[in-house]
């Protein structure tokens, strides 16, 4: 009756491990999922900021020739 019991406890206790790790995971996703969505937007500033430079100086004509 001890290995049953001892199967049974060792199963648990690995089912138990797998669910935190799986919710380790989960949160560290959304981590990441929530920087990529920052990093994306100061890009997209950023080449919004150029394209605004990069038009004033076309304008001005003072262009690297």
Do not use: H, K, N, Y
């Amino acid at each position: 009756m001890f290995w049953p019991m001892l199967a049974i406890a060792l199963g648990f206790c690995g089912i138990a491990v797998l669910g935190v790790l799986a919710v380790r995971v989960f949160v560290e996703a959304q981590r990441l999922g929530r920087q990529v969505a920052v990093t994306t937007e100061r890009i997209q500033r950023a080449a919004e900021e150029l394209e605004r430079s990069a038009t004033r100086l076309a304008a001005t004509g003072d262009a690297l020739r």
